[in-house]
């Protein structure tokens, strides 16, 4: 393994480290990605629970109360606004810092566009 740090691809951290054979870690999102496959976050496609398409930055309300484990409050509320949302891939595809709760990665099921 190299000692050389690369920019992660989804958050622009320069401290994205080899964890593997050509693979990346990002400390700070814990992103990882492979470099020789280049990652394009503009051609990830992410639907809201009524088929609306998500963009990096759209504001998304949740549709359900959803339980938190640690969270110093038990749940976020149904109706509770998220701004400034970022997309990722994965089974949770939403990245989004809620009031109360800090930084959570929700799923796209439980939202829709607002």
Known sequence: MSEELKECPSCQSPYGYETGEKEYTCPECSFVWIL???VDFDQIVVLDSNGAVL????SVV????LPV??????????????KNIRLAQGDHNIDCKIDGFGA????SEFVKKA
């Not at 963009?55 to 759209?58: A, E, P």
């Not at 949740?62 to 109360?65: E, F």
């Open 62 to 65: 949740v549709i359900k109360d």
């Open 55 to 58: 963009n990096n930055g759209d």
């Open 36 to 38: 020789e496959e280049p």
């Open 104 to 107: 959570m990665a929700l799923k």
């Open 69 to 82: 484990k640690g969270a110093p409050k038990p749940v976020i509320k149904a109706g509770t606004k998220v």
